[in-house]
Structures are given as structure tokens and as C-alpha cells.
């Protein structure tokens, strides 16, 4: 599905130029970003939820017939209309989110004393002391408002949709004359044209590149592309056609983005039809060069398909979702078809409990799924669920037209529902395994070094820096399935008199910032929120530093300070030469522990500690690149004007300064071999 917003206006008579040779930028690091800020975007990998609760145990009569005769009131004074009515707790905490065509009686079939209910619900309704009700206009209306309570409230007994986001698009901007191609997430509010929603961050990624080769669009910011005094690197290696410096003019440039605009939309057959007819004529002609550029774009396009792997004929535009049981867990993965092609696929595994039957799983999940995303024209399941045609109404109200929900039986529809099925199964195979694994190698750590518990979050923390310069901290978390990438936080270090190099000072800053937000108690709605929450605890159960035991004495003193004594603490020090697999692991009031090069524990231990490590070095970089980018060349001791204009003037760009040996510095007219050894050092300098 692609959203028009504007025709691409004229070029401007006379391009600006400017003289910052380097590569567009790519990702601009933000802000400093606190804990309880999201952290940098990445498509991790949906989790596991809390195990599903056992059959109920014997519910004592009197708290059961307390909850029946809560019930029994809100009967009296309930509608017969549609509604949407909420069963909260003595603690005014929401249970359960239900919807109904006529409220009063299906609060009545709760109410019944000796009806054949499930042990969820009698679970329920003993718990059950009050009833809240809102009437609708329709059922439709009640529908939606129920996805979006259950969303917003996440009551225990509802089946809850978890690691939502909005999906990415690929958008071709309109509002500049040499349109742009780039990822795009969130409110769809600049002109231009968007395409998807595509699965992760990293198919549309891919799929850019291979568009750029293909159709040679810039993905480069509008102030990038006016400074430009020649073509950057994208340019030499055939990834942009250089609109900036008038390498391609502007009707040349409007067909390669008409031809990524066709392509996308649908009309990919008639792109590749035409680049071949344009290759055999640029053959015949003996314009081989001409010829091979577009036999590149033609094997890019295909690439792109070739990824895409199944491409249905007869389905344009449609979700397909297939849900598949095991072990108490649900898995629903889902597949994005638009314009006849595959944009991806990815697993769900939402909350609910072992009683809900598939069909009842997947009802619940559609209307979540769809309560702040567009749906498509055709959404296929792979069961019947009870209220489809209500869904389908609901979706086409909000969609502006018809939506079919369908259950295919037979046919191309019923082979990607097949496909969909499979993949659900394997998805759900494979995370049962790794979280298996996982929970050993906890229990073993908690064995291992006598922690109180089993540890639910882990949090390592790391910070870098170049002789105090860009310091930055950053916290990694892990639990039982695994590291949990969204959790992740980075903390630019900004306290004014620091000593250079000072890492004592910097964890210190980094764990209060930490650790005084989560002391600080919530206010309002929010402890509602949290007091009925089973979701992935927000205070670790281990801490873990990389250092020796001077870090792990420092890290202490800030816990006693902050009052904090239910979080377990241990540093890991490096081994002798820094020698992986002889590693010594320092916990308060013990000896040093030493485990086995082999030890399973040990080597789950280092893959938390490389982890942080990855994370603060990247964050790190990411921070200095910037810095670069802004200050220049200026910042090298002794390289002046005249020696950064003879360096850009041999190399081109900034990028390709920074990726050159000290020899090829040297060649440099008057730059000396002291003066190339500063610049190669002053690239490639390793942060603490």
C-alpha cells in the first residue's frame, strides 16, 4: 500500500555549493537519552510472554460469591445496548476488558451461580468487586474500544498483543525537486510517497539499497545535498546518479524516480521489461558500458525479489495470519503482502493463558494489531474466528473502504496461509528452545555464584571514552529470552569538572541516573499500571561491571547510598593479557571466583560482558563521528587550512581520509611523515 502526498516541485536554476566532501550521513546521534527513554530503534525479536498460569485452584465460596453479586448489581444497572463493560479488583485495578451487543446479558451469563465456566473465569470473577460500563452507538464502536482499553490497560485475564510498534515504510519524499528515497516510521506527515508497511527496519533497509542500485535515487539529507562540490562516494560506486553536482539532469532524474515509483507500486514486470529493452539497445549500439549499467539495475531488481521469496499472482494487497499452539505459548506470525509482493514477516507471541482456544487468541489479537495500523484491502487467517464479519465492518469504518477478513480453503490464498502456518511453527520451535537454554544457563549462574534467586533482568554496564573525550555509558539487558535489545539505554556523560579518564566518577553518574528515576515512586494512573503488571520486570535482579574489584567497591558505595540491597552486584575482570576464558568474577564480601575456560556459566558470562562492551563502543563512535563531521580536519594538532585543503584536494572526502594508511597520508604534498602519523592516529585512536 503506497500514499501519495505530492507532485516533486522544480529544481532550482543555480545549485548551491559548498565544500563538505563525505559520505551522508547516515544516523545522527541523538540527545542524551535517560532510562526511561527508548533507546536506539532496532527490530529485536518479540519475546516469550510470563508462563501461562495453571488450572485454577479451589476457589473458596464466599470470594466467589462476593464477585457474583458484584456482577448481579452491575446487571441491574447495565444496558441492553452495546457496550463495553471492565471487571476490576478490591485495588481498582482493571481485570478483564469485554465487549457486547447487549451488555446486560452477557454481564447476566457471568452472574449465573451454577453455570459451566472455564477456571480462568471463575478465577475472574472471584476476584471481581466492581463493574464499569460505557455504552457505544454500535457494536462495531464497542469492538474497537475494547482493542484499545485492552491495549492500554493490559488487564491480567485478556489475551494481550506485546512488542507492538508501528512498522516502517520506504517513502520517496516529494518536497524537493531531486526526490529522496529512506526509511520512514511514524506519522506518515511529509509529502511524498510512501510504501509498505514492511516487517523490520532491516527488510526495508536492504530493500533501499538494492532500489539505489537499482534506480540510482540519493538517500541523502536536503542540506547534504545542497552542499555538495562534487559527487560523493555513493556516486563512484553506483548507488546514486549525483543530482546534487547536475551529474544527471532533471527529466533524467524524474524517470529514475517514475521508474522506483512503478517498480514499488506494483508495475514491477514493465520496469524490468523496459531496463531490458534499454540494455539490448544500448548492445546493439556498442554502448557496452551504457549496457552493463543497466544489466546491474536489472540483477539489482531481481535481488530484491529474490529476497522477497514468495510472491503470490492473484493476492495484490493483503495480511495473512497464521497461528499455531504448543506448550501453553501462542505464536501468530504474520506476512505483508502489497502491490503483489512479499514485504516481510514477523512472529508475534501474545499473552494468554492455556484455556484460550486459537480462535479466541487470534480474534483478540486482530483488533489489537489493527488498533493503530492501517489495514489492508484482504486479510486472511488461518482459522475461523467467531466475530469476522464484525471485525470487517469495524476495519472498513476505519479504513475508509471495504475489508474482507476470510479463512481461505482452497487455492494460491490457501498456500500462503499453509506458508504462514509452517512459519509460525518453526518460530515458536525455535523460541521454546532458546528460552529453554536460556533459563539453564540462569539457573546455572544463580548456582553458581549463590544469588538469591533466579535471575529475571540482568543489566551490564560499560562506558568509553578517548582520554575522557565523547565519554559515554550504557546499560545491555538480558533475561530469559535472551538480550532484550529494547531495554538497552546509553548515557552521554555531561557532568561539568569530570576528570579526563575518570571511570569511577562516570559509572557513578551512569548508575544514579539509573537508579534514581526507578526510586523515585510513580504517581496517578501509573500505579495502577504497575501494581497488576507481569510484564518484564524494570528492576534487575543482577548487576554485573566490567572492572576488578576497585569497580565493584565503587559500584557498592553508590548502592548504599541510594539505599538499594535487593540487587545483587558482581564486576568481572579481564584475564592476564585480557585473555578470554580467564576471566576472575568479584561479588561483595566473597573470595575472587575462577570458573573452568569451559564452563558454560563463564562463557554466558562473557557474552554479557562483550555485549555491553559492543554496545558502548558503537555508541562511542557514533558520538566521535559526529564530532568529526562537525569540527573537520581543525581538530588534528598541526593540520592548518593549507594542509586540509591539500588532503581533501587528494582524497576526495572525509571518509576516504579517514580510511587511508599512513603511507598513503604521507604522499600528501606537504604533509610530513610526523603530520600523516597524527592524522592516521587521529582516526583510528581505540576508546577506554
Not at 533501499?208 to 542500485?213: E, S
Not at 534499454?278 to 549499467?293: D, G, Q, V
Not at 479463512?407 to 512459519?423: Q, S
Not at 570458573?595 to 554479557?608: G, H, S
Request: proline share 6%; aromatic share 8%.
Amino acid at each position: 500500500m503506497d500514499h501519495d502526498s505530492t507532485d516533486h516541485p522544480e529544481p532550482p536554476r543555480k545549485a548551491r555549493r559548498g565544500s563538505q566532501p563525505d559520505l551522508p550521513p547516515q544516523d545522527l546521534i541523538a540527545a542524551d537519552v535517560d532510562p526511561a527513554t527508548s533507546a536506539a530503534e532496532e527490530d529485536d525479536e518479540a519475546r516469550l510472554p510470563e508462563a501461562p498460569e495453571e488450572a485454577a485452584e479451589a476457589i473458596a465460596e464466599g470470594p466467589l460469591a462476593v464477585g457474583h453479586a458484584a456482577i448481579e448489581n452491575a446487571v441491574r444497572l447495565a444496558p441492553t445496548s452495546p457496550g463495553v463493560y471492565r471487571m476490576l479488583n478490591a485495588a481498582s485495578d482493571v481485570l478483564y476488558v469485554g465487549k457486547a451487543k447487549n451488555v446486560r446479558k452477557r454481564l447476566a451469563s457471568y452472574a449465573r451461580v451454577n453455570a459451566p465456566l472455564p477456571a480462568r473465569i471463575l478465577r475472574m470473577i472471584a476476584a471481581t468487586m466492581t463493574v464499569e460500563i460505557v455504552s457505544t452507538s454500535t457494536e462495531t464502536e464497542a469492538l474497537l474500544l475494547e482493542a484499545n482499553l485492552i491495549k492500554q490497560l493490559r488487564p491480567r485475564f485478556n489475551v494481550q498483543l506485546r512488542d507492538d510498534k508501528s512498522f516502517p515504510y520506504i517513502l520517496i519524499s516529494g518536497d524537493h525537486w531531486a526526490p529522496q528515497i529512506l526509511k520512514h516510521r511514524g506519522a506518515q506527515s511529509r509529502p511524498g510517497r510512501y510504501f509498505g508497511p514492511f516487517a523490520s527496519a532491516g527488510a526495508v533497509n536492504r530493500t533501499i539499497t538494492a532500489l539505489q542500485r537499482a534506480f540510482l535515487i540519493r538517500s541523502c539529507t536536503d542540506g547534504f545535498f545542497e552542499s555538495r562540490s562534487r559527487p560523493c562516494l555513493l556516486y563512484q560506486i553506483r548507488r546514486c546518479s549525483g543530482p546534487c553536482t547536475r551529474e544527471v539532469d532533471f527529466s533524467g532524474y524524474s524517470e529514475l524516480v517514475r521508474e522506483a515509483t512503478d517498480f514499488l507500486s506494483g508495475r514491477s514486470h514493465a520496469v524490468k521489461e523496459l531496463l531490458a529493452a534499454e540494455m539490448e539497445k544500448a548492445s546493439t549500439e556498442l554502448e557496452f558500458e551504457t549496457a552493463a549499467l543497466y544489466r546491474d539495475r536489472l540483477a539489482a531488481l531481481s535481488a530484491i525479489q529474490s529476497q522477497q521469496g514468495i510472491n503470490p499472482r492473484t493476492v495484490e494487497e493483503a495480511d495473512v495470519f497464521a497461528i499455531h499452539q504448543e506448550g501453553g505459548y501462542s505464536c501468530v506470525e504474520v506476512f505483508f503482502f502489497r502491490t503483489g509482493q512479499n514485504w516481510g514477516n514477523r512472529a508475534y507471541f501474545p499473552r494468554a493463558e492455556k484455556s484460550f482456544t486459537p480462535e479466541e487468541v487470534l480474534a483478540s489479537f486482530l483488533a489489537q494489531f489493527y488498533d493503530d495500523k492501517p489495514p489492508p484491502k484482504l486479510i486472511l487467517l488461518s482459522h475461523e474466528i467467531e466475530e469476522s464479519a464484525l471485525l470487517a465492518d469495524a476495519l472498513s469504518v476505519k479504513a475508509g473502504f471495504k475489508v474482507e477478513v476470510s479463512t481461505p480453503k482452497r487455492g494460491e490464498k490457501k498456500e500462503l496461509i499453509a506458508h504462514a502456518l509452517t512459519n509460525a511453527r518453526e518460530a515458536l520451535g525455535r523460541k521454546l528452545s532458546d528460552t529453554a537454554t536460556q533459563s539453564r544457563l540462569l539457573q546455572g549462574m544463580a548456582a553458581t555464584l549463590g544469588l538469591p534467586q533466579v535471575p529475571k533482568r540482568i543489566e551490564v554496564y560499560d562506558n568509553s571514552h578517548i582520554q575522557g573525550t565523547n565519554a559515554v555509558g550504557a546499560m545491555i539487558v538480558a533475561g530469559p529470552d535472551g538480550f532484550i535489545k529494547n531495554q538497552y539505554r546509553k548515557f552521554n556523560i555531561k557532568s561539568e569538572g569530570l576528570t579526563p579518564g575518570d571511570d569511577y566518577a562516570m559509572m557513578r553518574e551512569v548508575l544514579e541516573r539509573r537508579f534514581k528515576r526507578l526510586l523515585k515512586p510513580p504517581e496517578g494512573d501509573a500505579v495502577k499500571a504497575k501494581a497488576d503488571d507481569d510484564s518484564f520486570p524494570q528492576w534487575p535482579d543482577l548487576v554485573i561491571i566490567d572492572g576488578g574489584r576497585g569497580q565493584l567497591n565503587a559500584v557498592r558505595e553508590i548502592f548504599e547510598g541510594l539505599g538499594l540491597t535487593q540487587v545483587s552486584l558482581m564486576a568481572v575482570a579481564k584475564g592476564p593479557d585480557r585473555d578470554a576464558g580467564r576471566e576472575t568474577l568479584f561479588m561483595p564480601d566473597r573470595e575472587a571466583i575462577k570458573l573452568e575456560p569451559r564452563d558454560p556459566v563463564l562463557y554466558f558470562i562473557q557474552r554479557l560482558r562483550d555485549e555491553a562492551h559492543r554496545f558502548v563502543i558503537g555508541s562511542h563512535r557514533k558520538l566521535r563521528k559526529k564530532d568529526i563531521r562537525e569540527a573537520g580536519l581543525q581538530e588534528i594538532p598541526g593540520i592548518g587550512p593549507s594542509r586540509k585543503r591539500a588532503l581533501l584536494h587528494h582524497f576526495g572526502t572525509l571518509k576516504e581520509i579517514e580510511r587511508a594508511s599512513i603511507a598513503d597520508l604521507g604522499k600528501v604534498p606537504g604533509v610530513s611523515a610526523e603530520s600523516a602519523r597524527k592524522i592516521f592516529e587521529f582516526f583510528h585512536a581505540q576508546p577506554g
